[in-house]
């Protein structure tokens, strides 16, 4: 946690002299040095055929997964009619009832994370979706047989044959798995923001540009950067002012240990505005919270109404419009 911790705080005492050269640089020009735009095809999607991707899909909304036939994947992660992935509440609810501890990220562009999960705890797309499968506060599923039972019973032979053709049992858990990631590896949005990092100056407007600056003026892109705009560290939530959620320690809660107490991993802006509510306990109603709540307790300033404004409305830019 050091290494990170130290190289944004380095990257946040150096933007003063790097906003005294960005003066004669075109606000695009500033762009591409902390953005790219996102990849066509997630990295370890190659072997993904159709029939994979497809079983994984039906798998998504499959309620046959949770104890009572109540949840799917889907139900945390909501993209019915082109939703953003999540289920807007603060923390999601069991499908018996448990409240969950934390607020349910989005599975767009999940798999361009640098791990899943606010601590990190799986490492792939694949390692995550067998979590919730058996967990007692989610989807609360008792074994892998009971899972493979339900399967069989709901005629997914014939599925699960056409994903993995050269396996004679291929209803398991470790399949169940391959074909729920390969199925978010196409889960990568698409937005106008990509199209100006592409080369396109008109597909935002002047003042989604100025927000644009005033997001890397105030020092949001020391965590805020590369392609998915964040997902790619952990860090700890409060690094100037601490933050009042002192319950949930994050990643030491994996780990053991006390260093990596509330250190949760950066969460992705695209499509930001349709994800609320905000960070991993939900505590943020509103975009313009998050940003003012962000400013203070990991920058240490207080942004005015009008910057809060003008980062909201660069945000726009970052609008989802693909379908799935």
């Known amino acids: 946690m050091i290494k990170p911790f130290l190289s944004t705080m380095l ?162 858990l470790e399949n169940i798995a391959q074909a729920l990631a390969a199925f978010q590896r196409t889960l990568i949005s698409k937005d106008r923001f990509d199209d100006y990092l592409a080369g396109d100056k008109d597909a935002i407007s002047q003042s989604e540009k100025a927000g644009l600056r005033v997001f890397i003026d105030k020092g949001c892109v020391a965590c805020h950067n590369g392609a998915v705009i964040g997902g790619q560290l952990f860090m700890k939530m409060g690094i100037v002012h601490p933050y009042p959620n002192k319950i949930d320690k994050g990643k030491a809660q994996v780990t053991g240990n006390p260093a990596d107490n509330y250190f949760f991993k950066v969460p992705s802006l695209r499509n930001i505005l349709n994800t609320a509510p905000y960070f991993h306990d939900g505590a943020a109603a509103t975009i313009e919270q998050a940003i003012e709540d962000t400013g203070w307790h990991q920058l240490g300033i207080k942004l005015n109404e009008q910057e809060v404004k003008s980062i909201k409305i660069f945000f726009k830019t970052l609008n989802n419009q693909k379908r799935i």
């Open 11 to 172: 990257t946040l005492l150096c933007f003063i002299g790097l906003n005294q050269g960005y003066t004669q640089s075109s606000t695009q020009d500033i762009a591409l040095s902390f953005f790219e735009p996102l990849p066509h095809v997630m990295q370890g999607a190659e072997q993904d055929t159709s029939a994979l991707i497809n079983l994984g899909k039906k798998l998504y909304f499959e309620t046959a997964l949770s104890i009572n036939h109540s949840q799917s994947c889907n139900s945390c992660h909501n993209l019915n009619n082109d939703a953003a992935g999540v289920d807007h509440l603060k923390v999601s609810i069991g499908a018996l009832g448990s409240i969950g501890e934390r607020n349910a990220p989005t599975t767009w562009n999940a798999g361009l994370h640098v791990a899943q999960f606010w601590d990190g705890r799986a490492k792939t797309l694949a390692q995550q979706a067998k979590f919730p499968i058996f967990n007692v506060k989610e989807m609360a599923l008792t074994s892998e047989s009971q899972v493979i039972e339900r399967l069989n019973s709901k005629g997914y032979l014939a599925d699960f044959n056409s994903g993995f053709p050269q396996q004679l049992s291929p209803i398991n």
